[in-house]
């Protein structure tokens, strides 16, 4: 996979901010935060980080995560995470 996985914090996560929201999704969780997959360019459209269903969820921390659990979080807003990490999608573009 190509990308980072970073540690949000639930304020973080959980505080209205500009772009993109996810609701209902069964989130990978530690006592740290939620874990957040930072893209790299060739990682268009994966998210190993939460997912609506529970069992893929499950599946996914299960083989990377098994220290974590899963937590089903109402609305998380992602949008400009990946662009404070340094990665904009529009630089793909060019």
Do not use: H
Request: glycine share 8%; charged share 30%.
């Amino acid at each position: 996979m190509y990308g980072t996985i970073r540690k949000l914090s639930m304020e973080q996560a959980t505080t209205p901010r500009d772009g993109g929201v996810l609701t209902d999704r069964w989130w990978i969780v530690d006592d740290e935060g939620l874990y957040w997959w930072s893209r790299t360019p060739k990682s268009r459209a994966v998210a190993p980080q939460c997912n609506g269903n529970r069992a893929i969820a499950e599946d996914l921390r299960r083989q990377l995560y098994p220290e974590a659990r899963l937590e089903q979080i109402p609305v998380v807003f992602v949008g400009r995470w990946d662009e404070e990490y340094g990665y904009n999608p529009f630089n793909d573009l060019k």
